[in-house]
């Protein structure tokens, strides 16, 4: 029999080789599941469902996350008027001076949508103000 390596598994004892193409597995799943978790996050927070926004960052999602038109989570809650979703996502770390594909800003975002209560409070947060 040949000499291999072995390592703990879940409790159970498994040839290295077999453990390491284990936790190439799981470190793709995590990968996906990272991916879900963003996509979730920008529509939690379009769709202003605050407590959703809040597990998913206190899971560890970047706040930072983008979708396919470059638009953040943080710009899409300010574009719908969500302005407790925009404190939430401000909390955890989201980029205030994050521009959209087409170089727009939260706050140039929720200027164009007529969202005066996000404006009045992204200019009191210090965010950038159509682009100064």
Not at 107 to 121: F, H, L, N, S, T
Not at 122 to 131: F, I, S, W
């Amino acid at each position: 029999m040949p000499n291999r390596q072995v390592g703990r598994l879940g409790g159970s004892v498994v040839p290295k080789c077999d453990q390491e193409k284990h936790i190439m597995i799981v470190k793709r799943l995590l990968f996906r599941l990272s991916a879900r978790r963003e996509k979730a996050l920008i529509r939690a927070a379009e769709g202003g469902n605050l407590d959703l926004v809040r597990a998913l960052l206190e899971a560890g999602t970047n706040p930072n996350s983008r979708c396919n038109d470059g638009f953040t989570a943080l710009m899409w809650a300010a574009a719908r008027g969500h302005i407790e979703v925009v404190q939430a996502l401000l909390d955890f770390g989201a980029d205030r001076g994050a521009r959209s594909s087409r170089g727009r800003t939260a706050a140039e975002i929720a200027i164009q949508e007529r969202q005066e209560d996000i404006v009045g409070y992204l200019r009191e947060d210090g965010a950038t103000y159509l682009g100064r």
